[in-house]
């Protein structure tokens, strides 16, 4: 079902993105992958079996003008998108909000707020006048539940889930289905992100316990985007077995 469809992946380049990369290509999807590291995007198209469906778009979401130009110009087999997976974003600090740096919260709300909405508004106009696509969101446990030195974060996630419901509410009957996954602990580059580089303290996120992979959350995501055209996954949250709640983490050690 998704063979041949083209999927645009945002933030392919690492994590949940690159494994959904993997995932869709390995089911015969034709892939826009779009991120701002150009050279890890195209390590990526050196390691699937067909690299020839693949077009890498470098791509900051954070510059509206950028957005528009680089999706209104996409070579001809990619230019019509039947799926959105809407997945770049970033957490930067643990502070209180009291004493938390500015910068910080611009660029997640840049990236994961503002970023979204300047590539869901230059896709899903297309996605109406063909009559056919699919939105898929990466939220988080932390649109649902806020943590302490995460509320920024937090807001920007529970900003996604908002605006997945409300894209749903706008495409009411239209056939353009909107979903969004929203997992808990996922090992990636997120936690080094959100520590400005440092590995040790990124470490220590997942220690004595089982996190999710990013193959785990890339299953999911194809598994929506491969249901029959009458039913659309609204929301799926999936967190570790180690994981209960936002805050509550079962460790060994
Ligand atoms: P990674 O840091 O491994 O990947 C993040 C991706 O986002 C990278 O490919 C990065 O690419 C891209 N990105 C960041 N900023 C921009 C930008 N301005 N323009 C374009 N691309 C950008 O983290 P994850 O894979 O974990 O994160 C993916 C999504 O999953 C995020 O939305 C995150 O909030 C969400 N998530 C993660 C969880 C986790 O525990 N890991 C749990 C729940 C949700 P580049 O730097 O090359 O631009
Ligand atoms: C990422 C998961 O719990 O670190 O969205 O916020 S968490």
């Known amino acids: 079902m998704i063979h041949n469809q083209t999927v645009l992946i945002t ?8 494994a959904c990369a993997q995932t869709f290509a390995q089911a015969g999807a034709r892939l826009i992958l779009a991120a701002r590291r150009r050279d890890r995007l195209e390590q990526l198209v050196s390691q699937v079996a067909n690299p020839d469906v693949i077009h890498v778009l ?3 979401v954070r510059d509206p003008s950028q957005v528009e130009t680089a999706l209104n110009s996409l070579p001809k087999p990619w230019s ?3 799926v959105l997976i809407n997945n770049a974003g970033l957490s930067r ?9 500015r910068s910080d919260w611009e660029e997640m709300i840049d990236t994961n707020i503002k970023g979204l909405l300047y590539v869901t508004r230059a896709v899903v106009p297309g996605m109406v006048e063909r009559g056919q696509g699919h939105v898929i969101n990466i939220g988080s446990i ?16 529970a900003a996604v889930r908002a605006l997945t419901e409300g894209l749903k509410l706008d495409l009411l009957g239209t056939p353009i289905r909107v979903s969004a996954v929203d ?8 936690s080094q992100v959100r520590f400005h580089g440092d590995a040790e303290r990124a470490k220590q996120v997942y220690r004595g316990m089982t996190p999710l992979t990013p193959n785990d959350i890339a299953e999911i995501v194809l ?20 994981q209960s709640s936002a805050t509550l983490v079962h460790r060994r050690t």
Do not use: W
């Not at 600090?93 to 740096?101: C, I, N, P, R, V």
């Not at 932390?142 to 996630?157: D, E, L």
């Not at 598994?223 to 180690?242: G, K, M």
């Open 183 to 190: 997992p808990g602990m996922v090992e990636t580059e997120f």
């Open 58 to 60: 470098p791509l900051d």
């Open 80 to 82: 019509h998108i039947d």
């Open 93 to 101: 600090g643990l502070d209180k909000l009291h004493e938390a740096k």
């Open 142 to 157: 932390a649109g649902h539940q806020t943590y302490p030195g995460g509320s920024v974060y937090c807001a920007t996630k």
């Open 11 to 18: 933030g392919a380049s690492s994590g949940i993105g690159a």
């Open 223 to 242: 598994f929506c985007a491969t249901r029959p055209p009458h039913v659309n996954i609204s929301d799926i949250v999936v967190l570790a077995t180690d």
